[in-house]
């Protein structure tokens, strides 16, 4: 009897170790001596884009949608008049200029637009188009995101994207606003993070609408899938040539003890609802159970958004507030808590490059109010990009997060991610130091 439990618990072992063994050979989670690396040593390509990123809700001001509504129900900081980009944008974007960019993502707010249902305000389009058309002048390619977490409250009210049934009318006013712009813009994104918008709105509950429910989650997953899949569809039946992808989050899930088979468990199942069943999406066109053959490579490129990874073990948290980032002892902290792990974009790159399509870099960056780590968080991923480029990866731009700080999101105005700083008082902007490396940067291209 005792021999038998010794030999089956000792089989056990064994098998695990094997498990073990093969996924810490599958997955490396390779981290590099950075002082060994001379970070000066980037080039770039002659037509690489250089670029930042902001979002409609975060810099523009004085939005009523799904967030703005949010933050008044649960009391959190108000987006207010954040940036006041809506009437200032002509000097933010001497900003752009200034910093020398060839890019410049940004979002269309759909509750600015339609902010009734059927009723369009056509004066809120014509800026937009202005805003191209200045963009265009100082001859910065304008990438338009479509969705990037915010959108009218009576979309909201009808479920958003956790009703299949409210696919048509986001897909209404993405015609619209692709009709009036494409003359003018080559290049769209059409949803921004949707793992990012599932998660932290279905089962984390930090951004609207607040629900914890897994099963809502997933519905929300696929039919954020169906809702680019059905734009991108349409998008490019009205201009066969317009480049067409959508920004992913690639957040790389490693365990926190590597011997443990438990927190390898934990974090591929995470990496896959987080990442894999996404890029399955896109490449075979199913779902989480769900058939959705119009997703299948429905992307022209891939917007590569890059922050971090996380170290995964067996206790999950269920809320923002019990969410504690862990982090190897020589790794640093950004402010946000997550840490800084430049090596990981390498591997959010390998893990976007299955896709067989360019790759741009639609977001990286760093919350850092004094500017002691952003110098450094810069340099370390620009050496990763350009490194990438010499090993063949096809990356056309890199936009960092962000051209200035701004509204983030369930953090309000504490963390600031901008290569300006703002003082939200006066509204003041003040290139930081780490904005003057990225000039620099630019000027010299590499
Ligand atoms: C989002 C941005 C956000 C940034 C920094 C990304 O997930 O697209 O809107 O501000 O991360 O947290």
Same mark, same amino acid.
């Given at each position: ?49 250089? !670029? ?65 249902? !059927? ?39 009808? /479920? ?120 399955? !999406?896109?490449?075979? /066109? ?159 291209? !590499?």
């Amino acid at each position: 009897m005792w021999l038998w439990l010794i030999l089956v618990l000792s089989a056990l072992l064994a098998i695990s170790l094997f498990i073990v063994l093969y996924l810490r050979n599958k997955h490396p989670e390779p981290h590099y001596n950075w002082e060994e690396i001379d970070l000066n040593a980037i080039s770039f390509p002659e037509k690489f884009q250089w !670029g930042t990123a902001t979002a409609a809700h975060q810099v523009e001001g004085h939005l009523s949608n799904n967030w703005s509504d949010f933050e008044e129900k649960n009391d959190f900081e108000r987006s207010g008049a954040a940036c006041d980009h809506w009437n200032r944008w002509k000097d933010d974007f001497d900003m752009l200029t200034n910093l020398g960019l060839s890019t410049y993502r940004f979002s269309i707010e759909w509750s600015r637009l339609e902010p009734t249902e !059927g009723t369009w305000n056509q004066e809120a389009m014509e800026q937009y188009s202005s805003m191209i058309d200045d963009l265009l002048e100082r001859g910065i390619r304008p990438v338009v995101t479509l969705h990037h977490f915010s959108h009218p409250i009576w979309w909201e009210e009808k /479920g958003g994207f956790a009703n299949r049934n409210n696919i048509p009318s986001f897909l209404n006013y993405c015609e619209k606003v692709f009709d009036a712009l494409s003359d003018r813009v080559d290049v769209w994104c059409t949803i921004n993070e949707p793992t990012v918008f599932s998660t932290m709105g279905y089962t984390l509950g930090q951004f609207p609408p607040g629900k914890r429910s897994i099963l809502l989650t997933t519905k929300v997953m696929k039919n954020l899938m169906r809702a680019h899949a059905e734009v991108y569809h349409s998008l490019k039946e009205k201009k066969p040539d317009a480049v067409i992808g959508l920004a992913k989050n690639v957040t790389l899930f490693d365990p926190l003890n590597r011997w443990s088979p438990i927190d390898w468990i934990v974090s591929r199942i995470l990496d896959y609802l987080w990442n894999g069943a996404w890029r399955k !999406g896109i490449l075979k /066109g199913k779902m989480l159970g769900s058939r959705i053959p119009k997703a299948k490579n429905s992307l022209d490129f891939i917007g590569l958004n890059y922050y971090t990874h996380f170290l995964t073990g067996l206790f999950m948290p269920t809320s923002t507030e019990e969410l504690e980032f862990a982090k190897r002892d020589h790794e640093i902290s950004t402010e946000f808590g997550y840490p800084m792990y430049a090596e990981g974009f390498r591997r959010a790159m390998e893990f976007v490059s299955p896709l067989s399509v360019p790759i741009e870099i639609t977001e990286n960056g760093v919350a850092d109010e004094n500017d002691t780590l952003r110098p450094e968080h810069l340099k370390r991923h620009l050496w990763i990009v350009s490194e990438a480029i010499k090993d063949g990866f096809d990356i056309r731009s890199y936009h960092h997060w962000s051209l200035m700080d701004n509204f983030e999101w369930a953090e309000g105005y504490k963390m600031r991610f901008g290569l300006h700083a703002v003082d939200f008082d006066n509204q003041q902007r003040k290139l930081r130091k780490s904005g003057k490396i990225f000039q620099d940067i630019i000027s010299k291209n !590499g």
